[in-house]
Structure formats: C-alpha cells, structure tokens
C-alpha cells in the first residue's frame, strides 16, 4: 500500500457521460498530480494542485477539470466522455519544499473504459 | 514532442544478466531524473533517482549512469532477477514554481527469464 488511495479501481461508463475519480493522498502529501496512462501515449502529466491551489496544468483536455479539497483529497472530473478517453488514471502526491523534489508516490490508479 | 525517448521498448535477460535501459532528453533545464517501476495492475513506483551534479548513483542491485554533456542517462540492473520483470519508466522534471511534474519516456517491458 503506497498511501495515496484512488476509487474507483475500475469504472465502465458510455460515451457522452460524465465520472468522476477521487484521490486521497498520503499524509503530510500537499500537492497531488493526475496523469493519464494510455497504450498509446505513455504515461501524461494532467494537472498539479499544491494545498489546494491549481499548480501547473499539463495536456489536460478542457473536457477535464479537477480540484483540491481543504482536506486535500483531490478529484478529476471527466465529462463528454469519448472512446479515446479510455485509461488508467493515476494519482501521486509528494511533498514539495524549498525546491526540493523528494519523489513521487502513485496511487494504484483507475481503470476506465468508455464504450 | 517528446521530451525524454527511452529504449528499448523491451528487453529480455537472463537470471543473472545485466539489463540496461537507456534514456535521452531534450530539455537542459531538467533537474530531476528518476526511474519508476510498474508491475502489472499497479502504479509505478519510484526506484532510483538522481539529479545532474554526479555522473553515478547506485542502490543495491540499481545504477544510474547520468551524461550531462550528452543528455542521457541510463539504468543498470545487476544480477536481474524474475522479480525484476516489470515495466521501466525514465522520467525528468524541473522545479519550477513548487512543480514538478514529470516527463515521462514510453516506458521498457522488462522480462527475466529462469
């Protein structure tokens, strides 16, 4: 168990619709990060939120949107939903201080599928 | 445009043998370069990592090779083990701004065999 918690592990849901995955990151963590693994692309940085305040934002398409809650767990609203959609979508927390990177840790990510 | 090219795509070893998988970058402001390891089903979790004032870092049966001047760097497995049959990210990051999100290469399917 890494720490940093993600529900649902698995989601199956229609083109056109709209889910949301949650994240819950590990204690003390103040920035949470989501990326997309796809067969195709590889694994793709989307968004970083740092004590509930957006971050930096990586190819996140404007059907995605997310957010961080006082009690820093985060969430990744996928609306619209197309075929290509279809993914793993990972969750990571770390502490940033001072500039100093002290390494991920990822959740063990949700499966969706779009049909 | 990809930032960090990693290969190969998959590599096969025996027990015992050397794997080695290797990275390029693109960007001279990365400052951050770890190795993450997925195994079927989960996240990649963080292996080694090192930032670009050595040339060589070493964890137990992990090493780093890191050129600057060439931009690339490269994992070194001694010893590979069936356990080790996982898939393999490179990564680089930069912190910028309290960010560091992570480039990541296409990743290389490790498999050890008996």
């Known amino acids: 168990d890494s720490g940093v918690t993600q529900t649902p592990k698995h989601l199956i849901t229609a083109t056109g619709q709209r889910v949301t995955l949650r994240c819950s990151p590990r204690s003390g963590d103040l920035s949470v990060y989501w990326y997309q693994q796809s067969l195709d692309q590889g694994l793709q940085f989307l968004i970083q939120y740092y004590n509930g305040e957006e971050r930096a934002k990586g190819n996140i398409l404007e059907r995605f949107s997310a957010q961080q809650f006082p009690d820093l767990h985060s969430e990744l609203n996928l609306s619209s939903l197309e075929l290509g959609d279809s993914a793993l979508y990972f969750c990571?927390?770390?502490?940033?201080?001072?500039?100093?990177?002290?390494?991920?840790?990822f959740g063990s990510g949700t499966r969706l599928t779009v049909v | 445009q990809q930032q960090v090219k990693q290969s190969p795509q998959s590599l096969i070893v025996q027990k015992g043998g050397i794997s080695i998988i290797n990275c390029a970058y693109e960007?001279?402001?990365?400052?951050?370069f770890p190795w993450y390891q997925q195994f079927p089903g989960k996240g990649p979790a963080l292996l080694i990592a090192?930032?670009?004032?050595?040339s060589e870092k070493k964890e137990g049966r992990f090493t780093i090779s890191f050129n600057k001047s060439a931009k690339q760097f490269s994992l070194h497995i001694m010893d590979s083990q069936p356990g080790d049959s996982a898939t393999y990210f490179c990564a680089a990051s930069m912190g910028g701004a309290g960010s560091y999100q992570l480039t990541f290469g296409k990743g290389t399917k490790l498999s050890v065999i008996p």
């Open positions: 990571a927390s770390s502490v940033a201080i001072d500039g100093t990177n002290y390494g991920y840790t």
């Open positions: 090192i930032r670009p004032d050595v």
């Open positions: 960007n001279t402001a990365f400052d951050y």
